[in-house]
């Protein structure tokens, strides 16, 4: 099964171009300029009476559902919620009439988000599951809901479901949107930068060898940064996720401004971080709270658009990724980080596909 890949993670990384399209099929209307879902099991009535979404999963999942709240507040404007199942599930916060609940979940049997989506149901919310697995546990419990088609993923460490439920994020913010206030015109531009993922995470996988480079000079370190702002703020928190989890390497992901509310205490010759910083309107922020690092003796690389001649002059290791608009970079600018992960724990003979103390899913409290 595993072909000419030495792992299931890097075989899913090099998926992530045919999964995004299946994840796309059938769902994309350019007649109607929105996104067409088969199972949400709700009328067009109920679904233009929503006006609040609260999105709850764990992990990666709840990385997507991070971005899913910038992609449907700003798509749609519609408010968005993001809560950790976990805590959702013995939180009881106010959750306001006319609010439709999402589980996010690759498995579909995360036991926290199937007890969350079952308490929310149980308050009369309506439940959607953005799952991926067909028929798993909380397909099944929840009122309707969008599969990914990704296949299955084998990995402990979650890559193309990630990149799956970010396109279902966008188009779910298309589809509120388009219910809403947006314009066929507006629609349409969406669905064509939606159709033109794949190909730009096909060159994104171009990075791997750069992201090899970055590996083979950091492998020995205790400690990473990992800094986005906006849509790649979430990015940051998976990029940091990554490490973690499959190189034990400490990593943390922080909003790039936070950094001077105490995390850049931590910086020091040893202590690299990694900036997510395709262009946008943040970047010359990004590149401020970069020299500050610079400026502390931090190294620093930058994932940055393929034409941005700027960043060269500052950054010590710079990874290129094409551009998308803005919406969707992190589909792109977290696959340079995938590898990064991929390669560093290789490096240090890691079980890369099952990292020590995880699961795959995890079904216990
Ligand atoms: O199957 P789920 O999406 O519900 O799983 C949630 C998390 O356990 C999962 O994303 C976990 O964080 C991954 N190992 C991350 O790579």
Redesign the pocket.
């Known amino acids: 099964e595993l072909g000419e890949f030495e792992h299931y993670m890097l075989k899913e990384i090099f998926e992530q171009p045919q999964s995004l399209e299946n994840a796309m099929r059938g769902r994309l209307s350019l007649d109607n300029a929105t996104a067409v879902f088969g199972g949400l099991n709700l009328s067009p009535q109920e679904l233009r009476s929503v006006d609040r979404i609260l999105l709850t999963?764990?992990?990666?999942?709840?990385h997507a559902a991070m971005v899913g709240e910038y992609m449907i507040e700003e798509m749609a404007r519609i408010p968005v919620e993001v809560e950790y199942a976990s805590e959702l599930r013995y939180r009881n916060p106010p959750v306001p009439q006319r609010t439709l609940v999402f589980g996010?979940?690759?498995?579909?049997?995360?036991a926290d988000?199937l007890a969350a989506l079952r308490e929310m149901k149980r308050k009369g919310h309506p439940t959607l599951a953005i799952c991926?697995v067909v028929g798993s546990s909380?397909a099944q419990e929840a009122d309707g809901g969008i599969y990914l088609h990704a296949g299955p993923e084998v990995g402990?460490?979650?890559?193309k479901?990630?990149t799956s439920q970010l396109a279902i994020m966008a188009m779910l913010g298309l589809y509120f949107g388009r219910l809403n206030h947006l314009s066929f015109d507006q629609g349409y531009r969406m669905i064509q930068a939606l159709q033109a993922l794949p190909d730009a995470v096909r060159q994104a996988l171009n990075t791997r060898e750069q992201a090899k480079k970055v590996a083979e000079k950091y492998q020995a370190v205790n400690n990473f940064l990992y800094l986005g702002r906006y849509f790649n703020f979430p990015v940051a928190l998976e990029g940091a996720?990554?490490l973690k989890?499959i190189s034990y390497i400490h990593a943390e992901g922080y909003p790039a401004a936070e950094l001077k509310h105490g995390p850049i205490a931590l910086v020091d010759e040893n202590t690299p971080s990694v900036f997510i910083m395709p262009q946008g309107v943040v970047y010359d922020k990004v590149m401020s709270n970069l020299q500050e690092i610079k400026a502390r003796g931090g190294p620093v690389i930058a994932i940055a658009n393929e034409d941005d001649h700027e960043i060269e002059k500052y950054a010590d290791d710079v990874i290129r990724i094409p551009k998308v608009e803005e919406f969707l970079q992190p589909i792109v600018s977290v696959i340079p980080l995938q590898f990064i992960a991929y390669h560093i724990a290789l490096l240090r003979g890691c079980d890369v596909d099952k990292p020590r103390n995880?699961a795959?899913?995890?079904t216990v409290e």
């Open positions: 999963a764990c992990g990666t999942s709840w996010i979940t690759q498995s579909g049997e995360t988000t991926n909380i402990v460490a979650s890559t479901a990630f996720l990554k989890e995880l795959k899913s995890v």
